[in-house]
């Protein structure tokens, strides 16, 4: 069974950081790639950014590029989004994702797999 946790979220300042992680636990975690993806009220998921199987190639959304870094490693099954620079708009419940829908740094969607490959996300909010 394939298990998705994620942490880190919270209340922060506009321009201030955070560092989300997600443990990933019941899959070769370094076979595949990885993601987040996050969700405001009212607007459709979004894929943030994705990660290739060896953390050769990224990806990253247009609104979040050059603010967002995202990484992983493998030897501890975990994935992180390092975010500076946050903004109001970037409030939402972010979600981690294995094996999301992947091509080398081009697109970053969300995996067709069970309800197993996903987290219940963690909540990012962010003050003007």
């Known amino acids: 069974q394939v298990q998705v946790v994620e942490s880190g979220g919270g209340l922060v300042q506009a321009g201030g950081s955070l560092r989300l992680s997600c443990t990933v636990s019941?899959?070769?975690?370094?076979?595949?790639?990885m993601g987040w993806f996050r969700q405001s009220p009212g607007k459709e998921r979004e894929g943030v950014s994705c990660?290739?199987?060896?953390?050769?190639?990224?990806y990253y959304a247009d609104s979040v590029k050059g603010r967002f870094t995202i990484s992983r490693d493998n030897a501890k099954n975990t994935l992180y989004l390092q975010m500076n620079s946050l903004k109001p708009e970037d409030t939402a419940m972010y979600y981690c994702?294995?094996?999301?829908?992947?091509?080398?740094?081009?697109?970053?969607?969300?995996?067709?797999?069970?309800?197993?490959?996903w987290g219940k996300g963690t909540l990012v909010t962010i003050s003007s």
């Open positions: 019941g899959l070769t975690f370094d076979d595949y790639p």
């Open positions: 994702a294995a094996r999301p829908k992947y091509y080398n740094g081009a697109y970053c969607g969300w995996p067709s797999y069970g309800r197993d490959y």
């Open positions: 990660i290739s199987w060896s953390g050769g190639t990224t």
